[in-house]
């Protein structure tokens, strides 16, 4: 490690080092505090905005799985980053337009923003036309708060029963896509600086899964993401599998993302 005339990356380097060190002793307390196994936890280093040398900085640390929220972004740094291709998993946690399917469904590792049977129709159509692919992992994104700003499919805390069929109808469809692998749900909790107040969304969210579960035995569904910066170990004690981290590991981001 650099002592004197540090370049700007060895500085950054240094401090994802040490986040990255503080924000795993705080995923392995939590997942004890929940008497959950930490390895069944894996962080996610949120990259967007980042260039590529700066994520280069936490695959170097440790972190092999990477978020982002733009397919255009994502295409552009996965090319750019393409000798370390084998060992990354990308993931795409922003929402999904589907004239960017195609590509989507050639890029990610996971998509964890798939919120419309019509969208995951199209992204089953252009993965089974790749040569030599596995089916392609999906998170369907749910809107348990009612926002009215979050993608995903609505849904309450505590849905109608015509609100579940459905959402169950749903889930049946995408499943019986053989190019496409179910593999759980994802979430976004409203922002907040106090993160118990995310605590009944992300339970909400662990509720739904073990409801899909026993509408659709033959789903296993054993991935919930949910959790970011300012609520992952709240998340973890309710259930998450996958917490997607940004601020905590590279600082803030400018406006607007
Ligand atoms: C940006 C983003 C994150 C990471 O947010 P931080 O507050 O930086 O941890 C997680 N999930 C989604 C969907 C995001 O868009």
Redesign the pocket.
Known sequence: MCRENCTFIEILRSVIIQNIRAITEQIIAAAHHANRNPSDITL?A?T?THPPDVIMQAVAAGLHHL?E?RVQEADEKITALAAERARLRWHL??HLQSNKAKRAAHLFDMI??LDSVALAERLNRHRAALEAVPPLPVLLQVNISGEDTKEGFAMRPDPTSARLDAFVQAVAAIAALPALDVQGL?T?APYSDEPEQARPVFAALRTLRDQLRQHCPNLALPHLSMG???D?TVAIEEGATFV???????GE?PPL?
């Not at 997607?244 to 590279?250: L, P, Q, S, T």
């Open positions: 996610i949120v967007k978020g929220n946690i922003g964890h923003s994802m976004i970011m910066t300012n992952f997607r981290v940004g601020r905590a590991i590279f981001r993302h």
